[in-house]
């Protein structure tokens, strides 16, 4: 029994002491001065965790101004607060702020003082979500990464807005009121490096121009187009996830391989006017076709190599890989065409 408590009582010390060590690394890596000094300068409507000591979190607290910003102070959290304006004087010492969240509050362009953002020079991820902005502010912080602006009421664009954010990969744009005259041949010139683009539940009727050529993920959902162009996502040959749920396109707005494109493994057209499968490429993984008005699937049709070839080299050559089909909502009735099954051999799932 003994020996236990003492074993117990060793192992005790040992973890007090690992976390000891641990947490006073962090501190000392952090600011050579004393946890006093942190404490102190903690604005008092905020929490600032000892775990974490360059995290701010001000959420949830009814605030009506931002508060003065430690210099230490790398996350801050200041979501779900009452504030309107944006201005300088809190970030006048916050010089290493890589992430805001200022979701959920009452921003508006006229509370954002000008050059505010754009002298965050560390600042990589910036979320303005659920406030009243009516155009994207500018001018914005050269080095970010992700810009969030999704449920506001943006219908403008300034000119050049984003011409020099070269770092930025994610662009969140969606359930704003963008009309097609807000999206210029320029209007995303300069995201050379953007891989997600969203602009969804916002009030298109065109596809959008010029989207930057590095997109990998495009997202069109609940808007009014009505074409796809001929040729469209040659000018974008990286896009892999493609969305358009909920628009009015029908087979006369898709050209005759629209969508016949190598890139795209994630196609999503559910909640349209289709009455037929457009033709697809053998490299797509992932097809919805839900709440259309597809009537019959014809499987020699819609295959993308012959069938013939499928049933002499099977697994062999290029394959179809489609392993997820959606076709409820539709007007097709069970079972599954033999030559549906025939030609998409890697068919995980098919839900009709």
């Known amino acids: 029994m003994i020996l236990k408590v003492c074993t117990s009582l060793l192992l005790l010390f040992l973890v007090n002491s690992a976390w000891t060590r641990t947490v006073r690394q962090v501190y000392d890596d952090l600011d050579p001065g004393h946890w006093s000094h942190y404490t102190s300068e903690c604005p008092q409507e905020c929490f600032c965790p000892p775990s974490f000591p360059n995290a701010l979190y001000c959420d949830n607290k009814g605030l009506k101004e931002i508060p003065p910003i430690p210099a230490r102070i790398w996350y801050l959290y200041l979501q779900n607060n009452q504030i309107e304006k944006i201005s300088e004087k809190p970030f006048a010492n916050a010089t290493h702020l890589r992430w805001i969240n200022l979701n959920k509050n009452k921003i508006t362009n006229s509370g954002i003082e000008s050059g505010v953002l754009s002298k965050l020079k560390r ?15 500018a ?3 050269v080095g970010l990464e992700q810009l969030r602006l999704a449920r ?3 219908s403008k664009i300034p000119e050049g807005v984003f011409s020099h954010l070269e770092n930025l990969t994610m662009l969140d744009l969606h359930q704003n009121s963008l009309l097609d005259s807000a999206l210029q041949s320029d209007t995303f010139q300069g995201l050379n490096n953007l891989m997600q683009l969203n602009i969804a539940k916002n009030s298109l009727k065109k596809m959008p121009l010029s989207i930057p050529a590095n997109t990998l993920q495009l997202f069109l959902d609940n808007n009014s187009i009505e074409v796809i162009p001929e040729n469209y996502f040659s000018a974008i040959p990286k896009v892999t996830f493609l969305r358009l749920n909920y628009n009015k396109l029908s ?9 016949n494109v190598s890139s795209i493994l994630d196609l999503q057209l559910s909640h349209n006017q289709l009455t037929k499968i457009p033709p697809i490429n053998a490299h797509l993984e992932h097809l ?3 709440h259309n008005k597809i009537k019959s699937v014809n499987g020699t049709q819609i295959c993308p190599v012959s069938i013939a070839l499928e049933e002499d080299y099977g697994y062999y050559g290029n394959s179809p890989r489609l392993r997820y089909l959606r076709l409820d909502g539709n007007e097709i009735q069970p079972p599954i065409p033999l030559d549906i099954m025939i030609c998409f051999r890697l068919l995980q799932a098919v839900v009709i």
């Open 123 to 137: 600042l990589l991820y910036l979320f303005l979500e659920d406030n009243e902005l009516e155009e994207v502010p």
């Open 139 to 141: 001018p914005l912080p």
């Open 152 to 154: 506001n009421k943006i």
């Open 251 to 259: 087979d006369d707005g898709i050209p005759p391989n629209g969508f």
């Open 288 to 290: 919805h076709l839900d």
